[in-house]
T-cell receptor
Framework: EAGVTQFPSHSVIEKGQTVTLRCDPI?????LYWYRRVMGKEIKFLLH????????ESGMPNNRFLAERTGGTYSTLKVQPAELEDSGVYFC?????????????FGPGTRLTVL | AQSVTQPDIHITVSEGASLELRCNYS??????LFWYVQSPGQGLQLLLK??????LVQGIKGFEAEFKRSQSSFNLRKPSVHWSDAAEYFC????????????FGAGTRLAVHP
């Protein structure tokens, strides 16, 4: 069974440009999460989808970040326009339907560098 | 506010030596606690978790962790480290705010000397 996949693995853009990150969860996982790790600090929650609905977006830093999950399958996270402080590793995770007891499976992350 | 502290940023041990990675948490109720490991180029992999019951939990790859409520700690241990254990280790607590999100520590990077 394929794990959580993320694309691209690395992205280098200039300040002011737009970048779109993609996450493909494990098939059948209704729950999809985005997290971010900035400069060796802690991994921080961004948002949580249940199918195509946003369950919790309390971690989204500002309105330059837009997450979508059309059809409840893959998800995209768009940053527009990108700023220097957006650099970091963006992780996606998914978990089966149900409550918190279900393990979150993480992808390898997308390393974003904003110059 | 809920938080997780991993006091050690880097740890170096010799292969075959024992290992303990520290984790302290701040949480208003009974926490659910996790340890994840990230090897280079890989996603985070769950090593073990504590929800309730026996405070000593066994995980994969020979790791164990002990929940100590009085010390607000959930330290990860391994009796004999292998070179393949070199990775970054993250402690996490949840859920938070009634939702499924995890609160992570800053991670501990483990180096293993031959």
């Amino acid at each position: 069974e394929a794990g959580v996949t993320q694309f691209p693995s690395h992205s280098v853009i200039e300040k002011g440009q737009t970048v779109t990150l993609r996450c493909d969860p494990i098939s059948g996982h209704d729950n999809l999460y985005w997290y971010r790790r900035v400069m060796g600090k802690e991994i921080k929650f961004l948002l949580h989808f249940v199918k195509e609905s946003k369950q919790d977006e309390s971690g989204m830093p500002n309105n330059r970040f837009l997450a979508e999950r059309t059809g409840g399958t893959y998800s995209t996270l768009k940053v527009q326009p990108a700023e220097l402080e957006d650099s970091g590793v963006y992780f996606c995770a998914s978990s089966p339907p149900g409550g918190f007891y279900n393990e979150q499976f993480f992808g390898p992350g997308t390393r974003l560098t904003v110059l | 506010a809920q938080s997780v502290t991993q006091p050690d940023i880097h740890i170096t041990v010799s292969e075959g030596a024992s290992l303990e990675l520290r984790c302290n948490y701040s949480y208003g109720a009974t926490p659910y606690l996790f340890w994840y490991v990230q090897s280079p180029g890989q996603g985070l992999q769950l090593l073990l978790k504590y929800f309730s019951g026996d405070t000593l939990v066994q995980g994969i790859k020979g790791f164990e962790a002990e929940f100590k409520r009085s010390q607000s700690s959930f330290n990860l241990r391994k009796p004999s480290v292998h070179w393949s254990d070199a990775a970054e280790y993250f402690c996490a607590v949840g859920p938070s705010g009634g939702y499924n999100k995890l609160i992570f520590g800053a991670g501990t990077r483990l180096a293993v000397h031959p």
